[in-house]
Each structure stands twice: as C-alpha cells, then as structure tokens.
C-alpha cells in the first residue's frame, strides 16, 4: 500500500509535466499551422494573420504559472475522485485550456474583446490533447 502511494507520488507529476509539454507541442503547431494558412490567403484575411501573430507574441503568457492552475485542480480532483473516465481528462483539459483567455483577461470581456474563434479552436485542441496524455499515463488508474 505504502509503495503505491509513493508510485502514484511520482507518476502524476511526471504525467502532469508530460501532458503539458504534449499540450504545448499541439499548441505550438496548431497554432504555427493556422498561421502559415492564413498567411498564404487560405483562412481568413488581414485581420486573421494579425490575430494569429498576436497569438504567438502572447504564447509566453502561456507559460505563466497562473495558467497551470486549472489543469493541477482538475488532476487533483480526478486523483481524490478516482475518476478514471478518459472523458473527464480530455474535456476538462479542453476547457482548462480553451478557457484561459476569459481567465487571463480577468473575467468576461466584452463582444468587441473576445479572442479570435482560431485561438479558442487552438488551445482547446491542445488541452485535449494534454488532458488525454494524462489519461493515458496516469488518469486511468487512478
């Protein structure tokens, strides 16, 4: 019982760093995809490539510490829970991710500040991909 309580110690932190690097990887070249069609006139216009460069300037807010909040609460209760559906990881990562743009502009922004729909689409792919990372590491035999 003791060497399972220390494996479990070990693995969800180790699962957590894994599955955020994959989320920042997907982010990373979703976002570097959207980019480069937008750029070559494929998505959207002027205003879609601005955006998308706005996006990559931000990606080091990203990496604040503030942003991992969610995802840590939505293991730590998966974990208490010993919820082991492989739904509850990937949505809840989606969200945690695809939300983070209401969360980092402290609340609910007005329609004329609202985040392009690509940046949603983006992180929330990415937070899936992360949140069934975890699944497939440590979420399942929780």
Do not use: H, N
């Amino acid at each position: 019982m003791i060497l399972r309580t220390i494996g479990r110690l070990i693995l969800v932190p180790l699962a957590f760093c894994i599955a955020a690097l994959v989320a920042i990887f997907v982010a990373m070249m979703l976002g570097l995809e959207k980019i480069t069609a937008a750029m070559a006139g494929r998505e959207g216009g002027v205003e879609t490539v601005e955006a998308y460069w706005e996006i990559a300037m931000q990606g080091g807010l990203l990496l604040a510490g503030l942003t991992v909040v969610p995802a840590v609460l939505l293991v730590i209760v998966g974990e208490v829970a010993r919820i082991r559906s492989w739904l509850y990881y990937m949505v809840g990562g989606g969200l945690a991710l695809g939300l983070l743009p209401i969360a980092m502009a402290g609340g609910m922004p007005d329609a004329a500040a609202m985040p392009p729909a690509a940046l949603w689409q983006v992180l929330a792919t990415a937070g899936f991909a992360g949140g069934l990372t975890y699944w497939l590491l440590a979420g399942r035999t929780a």
